[in-house]
């Protein structure tokens, strides 16, 4: 016969809190309200002024939020963008001057192909296996200070999604 285990709530509960903090991705702070998933600058190549940069944003907390700005001590310029395939095999961006919105309980994902964070005007050319500092804010999460890993555009596996490639069991 299995007795209940005697288990008190409180601690229990202490327990999955800190185990849901040290869960957290490297270099992917778990704010109180969004969460931030494999963030990483793509590097175009040694020599170019631009990089995009990009990142899964979740808003966990109970109302909207909203990104209104970024900014990075490595670019003199940083924005949000929107790709677009214009037609003709023509891609576009434009910038979303408004921000991104991140409802209640949603995951926003910007991925090559689509949303990007675009670095202009970079004050050294990013090398792949360096970091960058970049800060985003939140209208109420506040601000957030996060160092990306940088990639080299050509080390990224294949698919569209430029995450890193899964681990699978041995
Ligand atoms: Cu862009």
């Not at 509960?13 to 869960?23: Q, V």
């Not at 490595?74 to 929107?82: D, S």
């Amino acid at each position: 016969m299995f007795a209940p285990r005697p288990l008190s709530r409180p601690c229990r509960l202490l327990t999955t809190l800190a185990l849901g903090l040290a869960l957290s991705p490297a270099g992917a702070p778990a704010r109180a309200d969004i969460v931030i998933d494999t963030p990483r600058v793509l590097a175009a190549n040694p020599l170019a002024r631009t990089a995009a940069a990009y990142l899964t944003l979740t808003n966990t907390g109970p109302g909207d939020d909203r990104l209104t700005d970024l900014s990075s001590p490595a670019a003199g310029r940083v924005a949000l963008h929107e790709s677009r395939d214009a037609g003709g095999g023509v891609m576009t961006m434009r910038p979303l001057p408004d921000g991104l919105a991140l409802p209640a309980g949603q995951s926003r994902s910007l991925a090559p192909g689509g949303l990007h964070i675009m670095l202009s005007d970079l004050r050294a050319p990013l090398s792949p296996g360096s970091t960058l500092t970049l800060t985003l804010t939140f209208q109420k999460a506040g601000a957030v200070t996060l160092t990306l890993p940088v990639q080299s555009r050509l080390d990224r596996p294949l698919g569209s999604s430029g995450l890193p490639p899964r681990k699978t069991a041995p």
